[in-house]
């Protein structure tokens, strides 16, 4: 199994991004794929996720808001439109497929390579 995460780049504060993540090697169909990021110095997080066999979406609060999930089932892909970047977006983002929870920690079976986001002026 592959994850091709792709679409991260340096923006200035208030312009948008698209992230985008190809899986390969299985079906999807009916798994649950998501966005993960990880900051300097912090511990990485769970921002979106969907359910491949519904229209179920999650969102962290900090991007409710401004980020949206959404998937091309016949691609296989799941994609990240970031709008009204902050730079406190900046981070290494993840997609993930096949996502698990203990307790109250999101996890993930299957990782991306991440892709790095940049919001600076």
């Known amino acids: 199994v592959q994850l091709q995460a792709s679409g991260g780049g340096l ?3 208030g312009e948008s991004l698209r992230l985008s993540c190809t899986a390969s090697g299985r079906s999807f169909s009916r798994t649950t794929m998501g966005w993960f990021r990880q900051a300097p110095g912090k511990e990485r997080e769970l921002l979106a996720y969907i359910q491949w066999g519904g229209d179920y979406t999650y969102y ?3 991007v409710r808001d401004r980020f949206a ?3 091309a089932i016949g691609a296989n892909t799941v994609y990240l439109q970031m709008n009204s970047l902050k730079p406190e977006d900046t981070a290494v983002y993840y ?3 096949d996502l698990t929870k203990s307790g109250s920690v999101w996890s993930s079976r299957y990782w991306g390579q991440g892709t790095l ?3 600076s002026s």
């Open 117 to 119: 986001v940049t919001v």
């Open 95 to 97: 997609c993930a497929a």
């Open 60 to 62: 962290e609060d900090s």
């Open 69 to 71: 999930i959404s998937r």
């Open 11 to 13: 923006v200035q504060p």
